[in-house]
């Protein structure tokens, strides 16, 4: 196996183990792997009423967040509360995604900037992930997850509203 490959691969799965929400409590952990799989899938289903670059679009779902293993998922009610390490964070991305993967940094970017198509679309199925989880969590009881669940729900009209100029 190639040192390159072998790499990526132990660099990668450390994804399985950085868990979503993680200042929030949970009934139901989520890695980022598993977050970065659903999105992906929600992608594969957004093709269904969207035109977009379905390949890319795939990439970009399951890069979107690699980034996370050098810097950790921190969580977006910290970045609004101190947007210094919002800023920190956005500052080093390109740095993180380089380390583990090159390729991967270009798609990262256009996603950060919504540069593109395919970066509205995985915004969008980023945020379905989001309602996805919240709205399990909420279901199995999970109070303290029902603002995120709301403040979710209210920013997807945006997206939707965005999208107007692809759908099918």
Known sequence: ?????KDFLNTTYK????IRYNNTPRLVDESIAEHQYFVALIVYKLYDDYKFDMKIALQMSLFHDIPEIMLSDVPSNTK??????SDALRKN??????MID?????LIEDYENLATDE?????LADIL????????EVHLGNKYMEPILKNTTEMIEDLFKKMEGIKR
């Open 129 to 136: 992930s989001i309602i996805q989880y919240t709205t399990q």
């Open 1 to 5: 196996m190639k040192k390159e490959l």
């Open 119 to 123: 970066a509205l679309v995985v915004h």
């Open 80 to 85: 609004r509360m101190f947007p210094e390490i």
């Open 102 to 106: 090159s390729t991967m940094t270009p």
């Open 15 to 18: 994804m399985k183990s950085l």
């Open 93 to 98: 991305q390109k740095k993180a995604s380089d």
